[in-house]
């Protein structure tokens, strides 16, 4: 009897196991085609790009030309008119265009799909979260898409001028000319742009965190002063000029942004009382 008894439970045990496997693999199968829409989604837009890659390119180069708008908005503003942009651009590999063609229209498509593969994620996750925890997260992909176009726009239209225009500038000795690569002029585009669109994610991050309980309103204020000196240091770096304007310039949308995500912090941390509140007295 007891062996019986024994085998039954070892069976049930076995069969919770299976069903939780089969439970895994559902989950598992979900994210494969989360994955494949979000690389479909990549891909077409990334297509669409490769179509127009002469528009492309002429929006991705306008950093490299006097006549760009944040040239044109330094000299109308702050007298700091760019008369040469002190380099000239230049291909040195046989497919170096054409790689450089097909890496830029991923990044296009990468950022016009971005939304979308915040939703797809957005999707996966939904359905363990409560139906409060879907309540305070409700809007995230919508929030962190602004949030990533306006660090793509800052990153673009301000931190990639000025860094382009002082480095393309510099010179050691009026006997070495600038003949800069392709490819690096578009490696510092890009990473110039992207690292600030990443950055701008901040907000989104503290959100989760403090929800998770990691970080508090309290931490964030005691790390102000250490914040706004990362952000003047980080602005010295990136625009490595003796001139105290861009790096203010470039140094306030960062202590904003630092500013804002306590503000997400505190909003999170009343909600998360009220709940716990209202909680005990029940």
Same mark, same amino acid.
Not at 67 to 73: A, K, V
């Given at each position: 009897?007891?062996?019986?008894?024994?085998?039954?439970?070892?069976?049930?045990?076995?069969?919770?196991?299976?069903?939780?496997?089969?439970?895994?693999?559902?989950?598992?199968?979900?994210?494969?085609?989360?994955?494949?829409?979000?690389? %479909?989604?990549? !891909?077409?837009?990334?297509?669409?790009? +490769?179509?127009? $890659?002469?528009?492309?390119?002429?929006?991705? @180069? =306008?950093?490299?030309?006097?006549?760009?708008?944040?040239?044109?908005?330094?000299?109308?503003?702050?007298?700091?008119?760019?008369?040469?942009?002190?380099?000239?651009?230049?291909?040195?590999?046989?497919?170096?265009?054409?790689?450089?063609?097909?890496?830029?229209?991923?990044?296009?498509?990468?950022?016009?799909?971005?939304?979308?593969?915040?939703?797809?994620?957005?999707?996966?996750?939904?359905?363990?979260?409560?139906?409060?925890?879907?309540?305070?997260?409700?809007?995230?992909?919508?929030?962190?898409? %602004?949030?990533? !176009?306006?660090?793509?726009?800052?990153? +673009?239209?301000? $931190?990639?001028?000025?860094?382009?225009?002082? @480095? =393309?500038?510099?010179?050691?000795?009026?006997?070495?000319?600038?003949?800069?690569?392709?490819?690096?002029?578009?490696?510092?585009?890009?990473?110039?742009?992207?690292?600030?669109?990443?950055?701008?994610?901040?907000?989104?991050?503290?959100?989760?965190?403090?929800?998770?309980?990691?970080?508090?309103?309290?931490?964030?204020?005691?790390?102000?002063?250490?914040?706004?000196?990362?952000?003047?240091?980080?602005?010295?770096?990136?625009?490595?000029?003796?001139?105290?304007?861009?790096?203010?310039?470039?140094? %306030?949308?960062?202590?904003?942004?630092?500013?804002?995500?306590?503000?997400?912090?505190?909003?999170?941390?009343?909600?998360?009382?009220?709940?716990?509140?209202?909680?005990?007295?029940?």
């Amino acid at each position: 009897m007891l062996t019986l008894r024994l085998h039954s439970m070892a069976r049930k045990t076995l069969d919770q196991i299976e069903d939780h496997e089969m439970s895994f693999l559902d989950h598992l199968e979900a994210f494969r085609w989360h994955i494949v829409r979000s690389v %479909i989604a990549v !891909l077409v837009f990334t297509i669409v790009a +490769f179509i127009y $890659i002469e528009q492309v390119f002429y929006i991705l @180069l =306008g950093p490299g030309r006097t006549d760009f708008w944040t040239y044109r908005m330094l000299c109308k503003y702050f007298n700091m008119c760019p008369k040469d942009m002190g380099f000239v651009l230049q291909n040195t590999d046989m497919a170096g265009q054409f790689t450089q063609s097909i890496s830029m229209a991923f990044y296009v498509g990468l950022t016009f799909a971005f939304p979308y593969l915040g939703w797809e994620l957005w999707r996966f996750f939904k359905p363990a979260l409560k139906a409060k925890e879907r309540g305070y997260a409700r809007g995230v992909v919508f929030f962190a898409s %602004i949030l990533f !176009l306006c660090g793509l726009m800052l990153g +673009f239209y301000v $931190i990639t001028p000025i860094t382009v225009q002082f @480095l =393309g500038s510099y010179r050691i000795s009026d006997a070495v000319k600038n003949n800069i690569n392709l490819e690096s002029f578009l490696d510092t585009v890009t990473m110039m742009t992207f690292s600030t669109a990443i950055t701008f994610e901040l907000p989104i991050v503290v959100y989760f965190l403090t929800l998770a309980g990691f970080i508090s309103p309290k931490f964030m204020r005691r790390y102000r002063r250490h914040a706004i000196l990362v952000s003047l240091v980080a602005s010295a770096v990136i625009t490595p000029s003796t001139d105290m304007t861009s790096m203010l310039v470039l140094a %306030i949308p960062f202590v904003f942004l630092y500013e804002f995500s306590i503000l997400v912090s505190a909003f999170v941390a009343r909600k998360k009382a009220r709940r716990d509140k209202k909680l005990n007295r029940e």
